[in-house]
């Protein structure tokens, strides 16, 4: 049976791991995201010594996922200047001489919740992560989405509650889902951490009036079977309640199909115990052995 590497690429931390096609997870470390010049090699050493047969690699973005572009596998522009154009997949083709299999982050995470967790056996599903950021994967007949790159869905643009004057947490972007709803929003909202807002109700029904706007929009463009809501945001389990009620709302019964009559099993917490990306990374390293 075959050793099949994952690395789930964060811009915190860099975990690594070994599983087998079974997606059982056999040794797991990790170490902090440094510069790439001395993270990559400690890494590619790690994978070297644990004799993989090929590898999936879930890489933080902006990062290029088109095979046919020169860029493949390079992180893009990134506030992380160290890495910006960095060939992170190169890196380990040349110093494993293995299959590489190469997505987002959160693509590998939805490729996780697909293939063992929350959407087994689904072929088109949206994983969406809510923490510092916002982040989305698509799944369309069991592929994942890509086009001109990934698709940045946590950058959509939603309306904004009259009532709310706080500045946005996204450089970019006035009233885009990840600067009004993100972790960092909530903060510049209410003048505290998450963690300190628990108890306040008017915290979570504005969070949950974001989520639906969002949950709302990738409905009726995806058509997803399933959405599943992670991240540290949604640890929050209060809020899922909320979005469900909300999202109902905003459909306004537009939506028919038996998956909109049981909103509690359509929009739904991240299963897989947290390791949805280390899950779809050993999928995708499978995938790509399979495809050499």
């Known amino acids: 049976m075959a050793r099949i590497g994952a690395l789930e690429a964060g811009g915190t931390k860099m975990v690594m791991a070994v599983g ?3 997606g059982n997870i056999l040794e797991r470390d990790s170490i902090p995201t440094t510069a790439p010049e001395e993270c990559v090699p400690k890494m590619v050493a790690w994978f070297a010594d644990h004799k993989v047969d090929t590898l999936g690699i879930g890489a933080f973005g902006p990062t290029c996922v088109d095979p046919a572009n020169e860029k493949y596998g390079s992180i893009l ?35 996780g919740e697909a293939t063992y967790g929350a959407a087994k056996g689904l072929g088109y599903v949206v994983y969406v992560t809510i923490g510092t950021g916002i982040g989305a994967g698509v799944m369309v007949e069991g592929k994942l989405m890509h086009g001109m790159m990934h698709p940045e869905a946590g950058h959509i643009l939603i309306r904004r509650d009259p009532e709310d004057k706080a500045p946005s947490s996204c450089p970019y972007h006035d009233d885009c889902f990840e600067g009004l709803a993100a972790g960092p929003a909530i903060e510049k909202h209410w003048g505290k951490p998450a963690k300190e807002l628990l108890d306040d109700p008017r915290v979570w029904d504005l969070e ?12 009726v463009c995806y058509s997803p079977k399933k959405i599943i809501l992670g991240g540290g945001v949604m640890h929050q389990e209060q809020l899922f309640p909320l979005v469900r009620s909300k999202v109902a709302h905003l459909l306004n019964g537009y939506i028919v199909t038996p998956e909109m009559q049981d909103l509690d099993s359509y929009i739904v917490p991240a299963g897989c115990d947290g390791d949805q990306g280390i899950l779809g990374c050993i999928e995708l390293g499978k995938r790509a052995l399979e495809e050499a």
């Open 77 to 111: 522009e990134t506030p992380k200047t160290a890495w910006k154009y960095y060939p992170f997949r190169n890196a380990f083709v040349d110093g494993l001489h293995i299959p590489v299999g190469y997505d987002t982050d959160v693509n590998v995470a939805c490729l």
């Open 208 to 219: 949950s009036f974001y989520l639906a706007e969002g949950v709302a929009t990738y409905i």
């Open 20 to 22: 087998d096609e079974e």
